[in-house]
């Protein structure tokens, strides 16, 4: 019964090589998030959907490509990888609008990239 | 001026201290304010929700202050499970752009 979960935990590759990241949440939430966490522990937002629809596309490399077949899950596709794109991705949910428990994100567990 | 500024700590207080952090925002404009922690090698878990005229949940009180920009987290009688770093989030419009702008964290040690 995870509410925002994601696969694979750990991810171990060398550079050049061309990963995803899944994730899925069961909130019934209409907003999905890419986070990106490196090793100064800065959390810095990637991209987000809603309902399927990208909203938010941040200064990232074209490397880079999320997707959203549904509202309930978010993928994240990553290119020629490269020794900088180390880090801990997490991805978040939240539901839009007002009132209490509005934008409030959810978090998965972060998956942890290492490249060689 | 960041976005979002925290004191980083570390805070270092005996079990059963009282402890406040205090964060500030630059956009006078902003919408929503959050308190999460995040535990070394975890995810961001949220704390709560920051109400305008401020909101207690069991040992933890938040508190806004849009006068002075500023949102601030009290925790009394600390435990060793409260030991984290705490991060202050805020939403800066209502818009269909939900971005929001984490501080870089206020580390907490409780030591016994």
């Known amino acids: 019964d995870t509410a925002v979960s994601q696969t694979p935990k750990y991810l171990v590759t060398q550079m050049g090589n061309d990963k995803s990241i899944k994730c899925e949440q069961n909130l019934g939430h209409d907003t999905m998030y890419w986070y990106k966490q490196d090793s100064k522990k800065?959390?810095?937002?990637?991209?987000s959907y809603n309902n399927k629809e990208l909203i938010i596309n941040e200064?990232?490399?074209n490397r880079f490509s999320p997707k959203s077949?549904?509202?309930a899950h978010l993928n994240l596709h990553i290119n020629s990888l490269e020794l900088g794109d180390s880090a801990v991705y997490f991805c978040a949910s939240s539901q839009a609008g007002q009132g209490a428990g509005r934008n409030e994100q959810y978090f998965g567990p972060g998956t942890r990239l290492t490249v060689t | 001026r960041k976005e979002v500024e925290q004191d980083p700590g570390p805070f270092n207080v005996p079990e059963g201290a009282t402890v406040a952090f205090n964060c500030t925002y630059s956009n006078s404009a902003s919408q929503s304010f959050f308190w999460y922690r995040q535990d070394c090698r975890k995810e961001p878990k949220l704390l709560m929700s920051v109400y305008s005229?401020?909101?207690e949940?069991?040992?933890?009180?938040a508190q806004l202050n849009r006068a002075s920009q500023y949102i601030s987290l009290l925790i009394r009688?600390?435990?060793l499970s409260d030991s984290a770093t705490y991060l202050c989030v805020v939403m800066p419009n209502a818009g269909n752009n939900r971005k929001l702008i984490w501080g870089l964290g206020t580390s907490l040690a409780v030591n016994p």
Not at chain 1, 42 to 47: E, G, P, Q, T, V
């Open chain 1, 42 to 47: 800065f959390l810095k937002i990637m991209f």
């Open chain 1, 59 to 61: 200064t990232v490399p």
């Open chain 1, 69 to 71: 077949p549904d509202k």
């Open chain 2, 53 to 55: 005229s401020g909101n």
């Open chain 2, 57 to 61: 949940d069991g040992r933890f009180t």
């Open chain 2, 77 to 79: 009688d600390s435990k």
